[in-house]
């Protein structure tokens, strides 16, 4: 069964367009961010006598996810305090419904086991 797809309006497309134009921008912006942060991070640690890894940009990409997830919450980023758990409840859905769509992940259940039965 196929979805209709509406051709958008010249006002809906022109509203898409200037969405889309802010978007770019603020990702690459992002994605620098993080880089230059492990970047730093290394360059800091460099001349010390620290001999681990450096934190890594994954380090980085989590602390922006951590506080861009408090920040839809609604909740206060330093101290988590005020956050609605109905929209945090409804972001973690998204993201899970995202990994089964994309990666073709098994949803899991609160104690983190499969939902779904192996095949058999």
């Not at 802010?22 to 620098?32: D, E, F, L």
């Amino acid at each position: 069964m196929s979805e209709n797809c509406p051709v958008p309006t010249p006002a809906e497309r022109a509203y898409m367009d200037a969405q889309d134009r802010a978007k770019r921008p603020m990702m690459a912006a992002i994605h620098k961010a993080i880089d230059d942060a492990a970047a730093q991070a290394a360059a800091d640690l460099r001349p010390t006598e620290f001999r681990d890894s450096p934190p890594s940009r994954d380090y980085f990409a989590a602390v922006a996810h951590q506080q861009l997830f408090v920040l839809l919450c609604g909740a206060d980023p330093e101290t988590f305090a005020g956050g609605n758990p109905d929209i945090a409840a409804s972001i973690l859905e998204n993201g899970r419904k995202m990994s089964e769509h994309y990666w073709a992940a098994k949803p899991r259940n609160a104690a983190g086991t499969s939902r779904r039965r192996p095949k058999a």
